[in-house]
């Protein structure tokens, strides 16, 4: 397994709309080995393949204490979502960012698995922000979207600024 890149706002690519998987197959099961490794040492608790590149539609998320209830959703749909739950949303792709968003508190999703099987998830609570956090990456989103323009701005002013600095040679 291997970590990968992940790109950060205001990167286009992260507005790329990803397509569906087509092949479940072994070099998208090493994929997804890598993804988890990248999520888990960033430190995340979900992640879109759009994040790292590949535009597919493909996410992993795991929202527990202990990092052992992983969860791989490929060519995710929400069917059905109630309730309404304000959370406090950060994103590996605007690091050091929080802000309050809207979201549904239930959602049933179907997929595919690991393994090609089609199956459905109720989720609840914060998997199930998550999980919409994650799709919404598959569909071009950010959570910075939810946001009024002033705060979007003021927050891709501040990336730009520190990835400037970061990339300065001090002579």
């Known amino acids: 397994m291997s970590k990968l890149k992940i790109l950060e706002f205001p990167d286009p690519r992260l507005r790329t709309k990803a397509t569906p998987v087509v092949a479940v197959d072994d070099a998208l099961r090493v994929f997804i080995g890598d993804m988890f490794e990248t999520m888990y040492a960033a430190p995340g608790i979900g992640l879109a393949a759009t994040q790292v590149d590949l535009h597919k539609r493909l996410l992993v998320a795991d929202v527990s204490v202990d990092k052992d209830q992983p969860h791989v959703l490929i060519n995710p749909e929400i069917i059905e979502k109630d309730g309404v739950t304000v959370t406090d949303e950060g994103c590996l792709s605007v690091p050091g960012y929080y802000e309050e968003v809207e979201r549904a508190e239930h959602v049933?999703?179907?997929?595919?698995?690991?393994?090609?099987?089609?199956?459905?998830?109720?989720?609840?609570?914060?998997?199930?922000?998550?999980?919409?956090?994650?799709?919404?990456?598959?569909?071009?989103?950010?959570?910075?979207?939810?946001?009024?323009?002033?705060?979007?701005?003021?927050?891709?002013?501040?990336?730009?600024?520190?990835?400037?600095?970061?990339?300065?040679?001090?002579?």
């Open 108 to 171: 049933k999703v179907r997929f595919l698995d690991r393994d090609g099987n089609e199956t459905e998830l109720d989720a609840h609570g914060i998997l199930a922000v998550c999980i919409q956090h994650e799709i919404d990456h598959l569909d071009g989103k950010l959570f910075v979207d939810y946001l009024s323009e002033a705060k979007r701005t003021r927050i891709r002013k501040k990336l730009e600024k520190e990835r400037r600095q970061q990339n300065a040679v001090v002579i």
